[in-house]
């Protein structure tokens, strides 16, 4: 799943803190969020979300829940657009680290 974000440009640091939280909720308390990735173009003021769930349940599950249901809410206004992609994931691509040349 990935999520992109166009923020209003008075409502970054708003949205910014917002959506680092929600993140850092869902990845603790859903057992089927699997990975939550937020990434931040400041040029633009656009945020890109990646996210993998361990079913079409779980993600489910993510949208009911209360702390999304807070963040959806009280993010809406701060929004300009907003596009959601789902994949299907078909790979796993994690470098070791010790393939990494520093």
């Given at each position: 799943?990935?999520?992109?974000?166009?923020?209003?440009?008075?409502?970054?640091?708003?949205?910014?803190?917002?959506?680092?939280?929600?993140?850092?909720?869902?990845?603790?308390?859903?057992?089927?969020?699997?990975?939550?990735?937020?990434?931040?173009?400041?040029?633009?003021?656009?945020?890109?979300l990646y996210?993998?769930?361990?079913?079409?349940?779980?993600?489910?599950?993510?949208?009911?829940?209360?702390?999304?249901?807070?963040?959806?809410?009280?993010?809406?206004?701060?929004?300009?657009?907003?596009?959601?992609?789902?994949?299907?994931?078909?790979?796993?691509?994690?470098?070791?680290?010790?393939?990494?040349?520093?």
């Amino acid at each position: 799943m990935t999520v992109c974000f166009k923020v209003r440009s008075e409502h970054v640091d708003d949205f910014r803190k917002a959506i680092l939280e929600n993140a850092h909720t869902s990845l603790c308390l859903e057992f089927g969020c699997l990975l939550f990735d937020v990434c931040e173009d400041v040029t633009k003021q656009e945020f890109f979300l990646y996210e993998v769930y361990a079913s079409p349940g779980a993600f489910d599950e993510h949208l009911a829940s209360a702390h999304f249901k807070a963040f959806d809410s009280v993010s809406a206004s701060w929004i300009t657009d907003k596009k959601v992609t789902q994949y299907t994931r078909l790979t796993c691509g994690i470098a070791e680290t010790n393939h990494l040349e520093v």
